[in-house]
C-alpha cells in the first residue's frame, strides 16, 4: 500500500479483458491503477495513456520486480496464468485477480494454489458469473423452490471464435484448449454454484478442423453429487454463436441466454447480464416470464471481494479452489476421451492436460 489506505494494482497484460480490470480498479474506492506490463509495446503504451498509468513494463518479472503494487491482475493468453499468478506471489502481493481458466492443467492449479498459501497472497480466479447479481439470483431462486427440485442443467456454448488460426485461441501451446478452456469454465464453475460438486462424466471431444490444434467440439453428460443431470455442447462447428442455459426442475425452468455470443461486447463492458425467463409447469400451458435483470460490471465486484478477502483473511467465493475445480471438470471431459469415451469419477486421478497428451500422440 502506498500511502496506508490506497492499494496500489498492476495489470499484466493490456489486452481486450484487461479494460475490464483498469475499469474496475478506477472504480473501486481504495484502489490505484499503479503498473501494466505486456510484451506488444503499442498495446502497452496506448492502454496505459488510455488509463493514465503511471508505470509501463515490458515484462511482468520487470513489474514485480519494479513496481510497488499490492494486486496483480493477470489478463495475459492462458499460458501464462500460472507462471504470472506464482511469480506475483512470490514478490509479495496481497492479492491476485486472475483471468479463467486457472491453468494448463490441475499440477499447474495445485502450484498457483500453493504459492498464493505460502506467500498470503489472496487468489481469485475470475468466473465472472459468481461476481454477477442476476446468476446470484437464480441461484436464490433455485434455493427458494420456484422451480421445484432440481433435475437437469442443459448448455450450449457454441461459437466460431476457433475458426481464426490467426488467434492464441487456436493453438494448445497458448490456449490449453478450445471453447471448453474459453468459455465452458465459466458454465462448469456456475453448474457447481448451483448444483454442487460432479460425480462422473462421460464425454467426447473432436478436432474436427486440422488447422487448428484445439478441440473444436466438446459434448457430455455428467451427474452432479446432488442427483442433477448436467448436459453440455461446447464448440460445434456452427457459424454462428450462443450461449445459453436451460434449468430444469420438477415444477418449472429457468432459461439464461445471451443474445450474441460476445457478451462483453453487447453489454458494453457491463459484463454478463444475461436475458431471463422463467416457466412454470403445470397441467395448463403457461408462456415464459421474462425476470427482471440488472447491469453490473462483474470486474468491479471481483475486486471490491479481493480487497475483502485481504482486509478480513477470508477465501473469496470464486478462489483458487474454486477454479481448480472447474479446471478439474473440463480435464475431466478431455480424460473422458482420452480413456475411449469412458465414465470418469471424480475426485480425478490426473494432473496433466489430456488433450496436450492426445494432441502429441496423434490421437485428436
Ligand atoms: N472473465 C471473462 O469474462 C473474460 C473475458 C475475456 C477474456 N478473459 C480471459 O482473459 C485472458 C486474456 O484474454 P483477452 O481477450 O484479453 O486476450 P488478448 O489477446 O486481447 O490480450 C492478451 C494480452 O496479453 C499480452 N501478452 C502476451 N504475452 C505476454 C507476456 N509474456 N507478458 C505480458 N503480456 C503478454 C498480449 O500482448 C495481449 O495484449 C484470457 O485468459 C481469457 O480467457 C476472461
Not at 33 to 62: G, M, N, T, V
Request: aromatic share 10%; hydrophobic share 40%; glycine share 10%.
Amino acid at each position: 500500500m502506498t500511502d496506508g489506505k490506497r492499494y496500489t494494482a498492476g495489470i499484466v497484460g493490456c489486452g481486450r479483458v484487461a479494460a475490464m480490470h483498469a475499469k474496475a480498479f478506477t472504480e473501486v474506492p481504495g484502489t490505484q491503477l499503479a503498473a501494466a506490463a505486456d510484451i506488444d509495446p503499442d498495446k502497452l503504451d496506448s492502454f496505459c495513456e488510455h488509463w493514465s498509468i503511471p508505470q509501463r513494463y515490458s515484462s511482468y518479472e520487470e513489474m514485480l520486480a519494479q513496481a510497488d503494487v499490492d494486486i496483480v491482475s493477470v489478463c495475459t493468453l492462458d499460458n501464462l496464468h500460472g507462471p504470472v499468478t506464482i511469480a506475483a506471489a512470490e514478490a509479495g502481493v496481497r492479492g491476485i485477480l486472475c483471468e479463467k481458466p486457472m491453468a494448463f492443467h490441475l499440477e499447474e492449479a495445485d502450484r498457483m494454489i500453493a504459492a498464493c498459501d505460502r506467500a498470503g497472497a489472496k487468489l481469485i480466479v475470475n468466473h465472472s458469473m459468481r461476481f454477477e447479481q442476476n446468476y446470484i439470483n437464480v441461484k436464490e431462486m433455485i434455493e427458494q423452490g420456484e422451480i421445484g427440485n432440481l433435475r437437469t442443467i442443459r448448455a450450449n456454448l457454441l461459437t466460431t471464435d476457433q475458426y481464426n488460426p490467426s488467434s492464441w485461441h487456436t493453438r494448445y501451446e497458448t490456449a490449453g484448449g478450445g471453447q471448453l478452456m474459453h468459455d465452458a469454465t465459466h458454465i462448469f464453475d456456475l453448474i457447481r454454484f448451483y448444483a454442487g460438486d460432479p460425480e462422473w462424466v462421460f464425454a467426447t471431444v473432436e478436432r474436427g478442423n486440422k488447422s487448428v490444434t484445439i478441440e473444436d467440439l466438446g459434448a457430455g453428460l455428467f451427474r452432479m453429487d446432488n442427483g442433477t443431470l448436467f448436459f453440455f455442447e461446447s464448440g460445434g462447428r456452427r457459424r454462428y454463436g450462443t450461449y445459453e442455459i436451460l434449468i430444469e426442475g420438477d415444477e418449472g425452468r429457468l432459461a439464461i441466454q445471451h443474445g450474441a455470443f460476445n457478451s462483453l461486447e453487447r453489454s458494453a463492458g457491463y459484463g454478463w447480464e444475461p436475458y431471463l425467463h422463467r416457466w412454470r409447469g403445470g397441467a395448463e400451458p403457461v408462456e415464459w416470464e421474462p425476470v427482471a435483470t440488472q447491469r453490473q460490471h462483474a470486474w468491479i465486484n471481483a475486486v471490491n471481494d479481493l480487497i475483502d478477502c485481504i482486509e478480513q483473511d477470508r477465501e473469496s467465493v470464486s478462489s483458487g479452489w474454486q477454479g481448480r475445480a472447474a479446471l478439474e471438470m473440463i480435464m475431466a471431459v478431455f480424460e473422458s476421451q482420452r480413456r475411449g469415451l469412458a465414465r470418469v469419477d471424480f475426485p480425478l486421478d490426473i494432473r496433466d492436460n489430456p488433450f496436450g497428451d492426445m494432441l502429441s500422440k496423434g490421437q485428436i
